[in-house]
């Protein structure tokens, strides 16, 4: 959760109010808000293990109360003490919810970009003007601080989207962005401002000098491309060097009264919504409140045709709806709709109304409340209006016991059991090529087999697996340093997602389903197919299934007489077809099997798993240097 510094002095002056520090720390939490440090600057300094001041300069610092609230991370909204407090003034009744707007149709300014080169580096821009807009120490500081803020958070570190603000009065439009050669951009930047640098060299200096530590992290953001993304004037006088660094020439002053903003972005809907978070929180300030005046951004192309643009800043609001029974089932009351209505006004979700028989509430959602995506968040909104200290707590309808999944119990408990025989368990990835999953275990590829992702994030996540020994044989492939002599044994279980057009959930066909297996393997100096047998005959007895007695009489000796087994389960190895099976190929001829099991309630028999040598071709496609016998079970037919 992002913390955000506020004086105690600055914050009770904005709310109009003063509270003791346990008074405003439950006002906080009526909020959703939790107040988590009462300090100063000077006690954070004498605290601080990293930085150390001398005696002189901590004594400089203030000792003025700063209160340290914790919000939520998706309330961008809250990042500044302007927003923090309006929303704690709305909440108490003592402020209406501002109505945004843009205050003239007609665009004040025109942000040209050049689409084929920025769309190389870093694609949108979005910008706004605040007109007559009067600064003070305190809100400078704040307007600042709100760019730090959600360039940590939402921006993430400036990687989506990098915010600009300059004095209009001091730059001439039309405005362009564009990418150029980093050579071929020039400028004097806000640090250090007593030289101009040409960018390339400008990103070496933020690299190597102290003073520009603070912007160190920023540069391999566009260092390495070929082209830097830059915002200039009509007299290409350099405003930005986005996502690093001001120009100097247009900084914001005391005295700045007109704001141009602009937004570089890799993400349109987040530079959108950082854009409007910083029109609201300081378009209070104007001479017109919660006024901006509209930028025309207009993309061209290289032959200097129009092929896109957008008024900018958008200040949108929308509607949201949540049926009312749902809010009061998710919360815990039980209120009229008209009352739900009302307290729709306190979270900035008003005006609401009434529809479908005052059984749906409709919200109407600001630009700074972006958060709000699903009747959930309308539903949570209503409940802190409502007061969670306000919701009568009732002793449940209904008693259960709690338990283990017995799937998942059986499943640990054999982990402990196969632990103990020697094997070391693994957790691989759910998700694996095509090529893994079939080609290289030699297994045809079938459609409505496995499940496909739409849009996989590279070749090595195009399905979910249908099986688990890719995993394992790829964790052999990564651990070839490791010793082989005495034999290396893995095993994992896990679900596997195949298709299933009958499987019902809540009366849905799925079309999917879980199915949790369980797979080992050996890979040594011999094949050790006897040892991945005994496996397979070890976890038959833990499960408490009996051999056949054609099985049994197959062995030189036999404790079936001692064995714990339940009534009517039996099992039995078969060899494997050489042809027609799904895995024939996958095995050496003539050194794979089956297991075959039998079960009360379910006519005939049923193939449990296959167990068996891996031909050399899979050993190869693998690189595995050594001869392995897998072993893979459907842990699910013997429950």
Same mark, same amino acid.
């Given at each position: 959760?992002?913390?955000?510094?506020?004086?105690?002095?600055? !914050?009770?002056?904005?709310?109009?109010?003063?509270?003791?520090?346990?008074?405003?720390?439950?006002?906080?939490?009526?909020?959703?808000? +939790?107040?988590?440090?009462?300090?100063?600057?000077?006690?954070?300094?004498?605290?601080?293990?990293?930085?150390?001041?001398?005696?002189?300069?901590?004594?400089?610092?203030?000792?003025? /109360?700063?209160?340290?609230?914790?919000?939520?991370?998706?309330?961008?909204?809250?990042?500044?003490?302007?927003?923090?407090?309006?929303?704690? $003034?709305?909440?108490?009744?003592?402020?209406?919810?501002?109505?945004?707007?843009?205050?003239?149709?007609?665009?004040?300014?025109?942000?040209?970009?050049?689409?084929?080169?920025?769309?190389?580096?870093?694609?949108?821009?979005?910008?706004?003007?605040?007109?007559?807009?009067?600064?003070?120490?305190?809100?400078?500081?704040?307007?600042?601080?709100?760019?730090?803020?959600?360039?940590?958070?939402?921006?993430?570190?400036?990687?989506?989207?990098?915010?600009?603000?300059?004095?209009?009065?001091?730059?001439?439009?039309?405005?362009?962005?564009?990418?150029?050669?980093?050579?071929?951009?020039?400028?004097?930047?806000?640090? &250090?401002?007593?030289?101009?640098?040409?960018? $390339?060299?400008?990103?070496?200096?933020?690299?190597?000098?102290?003073?520009? $530590?603070?912007?160190?992290?920023?540069?391999?953001?566009?260092?390495?491309?070929?082209?830097?993304?830059?915002?200039?004037? %009509?007299?290409?006088?350099?405003?930005? !060097?986005?996502?690093?660094?001001?120009?100097?020439?247009?900084?914001?002053? !005391?005295?700045?009264?007109?704001?141009?903003?602009?937004?570089?972005?890799?993400?349109?809907?987040?530079?959108?919504?950082?854009?409007?978070?910083?029109?609201?929180?300081? %378009? +209070?300030?104007?001479?017109?409140?919660?006024?901006? !005046?509209?930028?025309?951004?207009?993309?061209?192309?290289?032959?200097?045709?129009?092929?896109?643009?957008?008024?900018?800043?958008?200040?949108?609001?929308?509607?949201?709806?949540?049926?009312?029974?749902?809010?009061?089932?998710?919360?815990?009351?039980?209120?009229?709709?008209?009352?739900?209505?009302?307290?729709?006004?306190?979270?900035?979700?008003?005006?609401?109304?009434?529809?479908?028989?005052?059984?749906?509430?409709?919200?109407?959602?600001?630009?700074?409340?972006?958060?709000?995506?699903?009747?959930?968040?309308?539903?949570?909104?209503?409940?802190?209006?409502?007061?969670?200290?306000?919701?009568?707590?009732?002793?449940?309808?209904?008693?259960?016991?709690?338990?283990?999944?017995?799937?998942?119990?059986?499943?640990?408990?054999?982990?402990?059991?196969?632990?103990?025989?020697?094997?070391?368990?693994?957790?691989?990835?759910?998700?694996?090529?095509?090529?893994?999953?079939?080609?290289?275990?030699?297994? &045809?590829?079938?459609?409505?087999?496995?499940?496909?992702?739409?849009?996989?994030?590279?070749? +090595?996540?195009?399905?979910?697996?249908?099986?688990?020994?890719?995993?394992?044989? $790829?964790?052999?492939?990564?651990?070839?340093?490791?010793?082989?002599?005495?034999?290396?044994?893995?095993?994992?279980? %896990?679900?596997?997602?195949v298709y299933d057009k009958k499987h019902v959930v809540t009366e849905t066909i799925v079309g999917t389903k879980n199915v949790r297996k369980l797979s080992a393997v050996y890979a040594g100096p011999t094949s050790g197919f006897e040892i991945i047998h005994g496996l397979v005959d070890r976890i038959m007895t833990l499960t408490e299934v009996a051999p056949e007695p054609a099985y049994v009489a197959n062995s030189v000796s036999s404790d079936s007489q001692y064995r714990v087994s339940r009534e009517g389960w039996f099992y039995t190895i078969a060899p494997l077809p050489s042809e027609g099976a799904y895995e024939s190929k996958m095995y050496m001829a003539g050194r794979a099997a089956e297991v075959i099991l039998t079960k009360p309630g379910v006519e005939g028999k049923i193939r449990l798993g296959t167990f068996g040598i891996l031909h050399p071709?899979?050993?190869?496609?693998?690189? /595995?240097?050594?001869?392995?016998?897998?072993?893979?079970?459907?842990?699910?037919?013997?429950?």
């Amino acid at each position: 959760m992002p913390t955000v510094g506020v004086e105690k002095d600055l !914050l009770f002056t904005h709310l109009g109010r003063t509270y003791t520090d346990e008074a405003f720390d439950e006002l906080c939490f009526e909020f959703g808000i +939790e107040l988590d440090e009462v300090t100063s600057e000077r006690e954070e300094a004498q605290k601080s293990s990293t930085v150390k001041l001398k005696k002189e300069e901590i004594e400089a610092l203030s000792d003025k /109360i700063v209160y340290k609230i914790d919000v939520p991370a998706n309330r961008y909204d809250l990042l500044c003490v302007e927003g923090l407090c309006r929303a704690l $003034k709305i909440f108490l009744g003592d402020q209406d919810a501002p109505v945004f707007k843009l205050a003239q149709e007609e665009p004040a300014a025109t942000l040209t970009v050049k689409k084929s080169r920025t769309d190389t580096i870093r694609p949108f821009v979005v910008s706004a003007i605040l007109k007559d807009v009067t600064f003070t120490p305190e809100r400078y500081q704040s307007f600042i601080e709100l760019q730090d803020q959600l360039h940590r958070n939402l921006c993430r570190q400036r990687t989506l989207v990098a915010i600009g603000t300059h004095d209009l009065d001091t730059i001439e439009g039309p405005f362009t962005y564009d990418a150029r050669p980093a050579s071929e951009i020039e400028f004097v930047p806000l640090t &250090p401002d007593d030289r101009s640098f040409n960018a $390339k060299d400008l990103m070496e200096y933020y690299e190597t000098d102290p003073a520009g $530590k603070h912007l160190k992290p920023y540069v391999p953001i566009i260092k390495n491309s070929p082209l830097y993304p830059v915002i200039l004037d %009509s007299q290409e006088r350099v405003l930005s !060097l986005p996502p690093i660094i001001n120009g100097n020439h247009s900084k914001i002053t !005391l005295d700045t009264k007109n704001v141009f903003i602009e937004c570089t972005a890799t993400d349109l809907t987040k530079a959108n919504i950082v854009l409007d978070t910083v029109v609201a929180m300081f %378009s +209070e300030y104007c001479a017109s409140p919660y006024t901006a !005046l509209p930028v025309k951004v207009q993309y061209e192309d290289d032959a200097g045709a129009i092929v896109d643009s957008y008024m900018t800043p958008q200040l949108f609001t929308r509607q949201e709806s949540a049926k009312v029974d749902f809010c009061n089932s998710l919360i815990g009351i039980d209120i009229t709709a008209a009352e739900m209505q009302t307290l729709c006004n306190k979270v900035q979700l008003g005006p609401a109304t009434l529809l479908e028989n005052e059984t749906v509430l409709q919200v109407t959602v600001p630009c700074t409340r972006s958060d709000i995506l699903h009747a959930v968040d309308i539903a949570e909104d209503i409940g802190i209006a409502f007061g969670y200290n306000n919701i009568v707590k009732r002793v449940p309808s209904t008693n259960t016991v709690g338990g283990e999944f017995p799937l998942n119990q059986m499943g640990d408990l054999l982990r402990e059991e196969i632990g103990r025989a020697g094997y070391t368990e693994v957790l691989t990835h759910g998700l694996c090529s095509i090529h893994d999953n079939y080609v290289a275990l030699q297994c &045809p590829v079938l459609e409505e087999h496995a499940v496909s992702l739409s849009n996989p994030a590279n070749i +090595e996540y195009q399905v979910i697996r249908t099986t688990l020994l890719p995993g394992l044989l $790829k964790t052999l492939q990564h651990n070839k340093s490791a010793s082989f002599t005495s034999g290396f044994k893995l095993f994992e279980i %896990s679900d596997v997602v195949v298709y299933d057009k009958k499987h019902v959930v809540t009366e849905t066909i799925v079309g999917t389903k879980n199915v949790r297996k369980l797979s080992a393997v050996y890979a040594g100096p011999t094949s050790g197919f006897e040892i991945i047998h005994g496996l397979v005959d070890r976890i038959m007895t833990l499960t408490e299934v009996a051999p056949e007695p054609a099985y049994v009489a197959n062995s030189v000796s036999s404790d079936s007489q001692y064995r714990v087994s339940r009534e009517g389960w039996f099992y039995t190895i078969a060899p494997l077809p050489s042809e027609g099976a799904y895995e024939s190929k996958m095995y050496m001829a003539g050194r794979a099997a089956e297991v075959i099991l039998t079960k009360p309630g379910v006519e005939g028999k049923i193939r449990l798993g296959t167990f068996g040598i891996l031909h050399p071709n899979v050993l190869k496609n693998f690189d /595995i240097l050594y001869p392995s016998s897998v072993m893979e079970l459907d842990l699910e037919l013997l429950m």
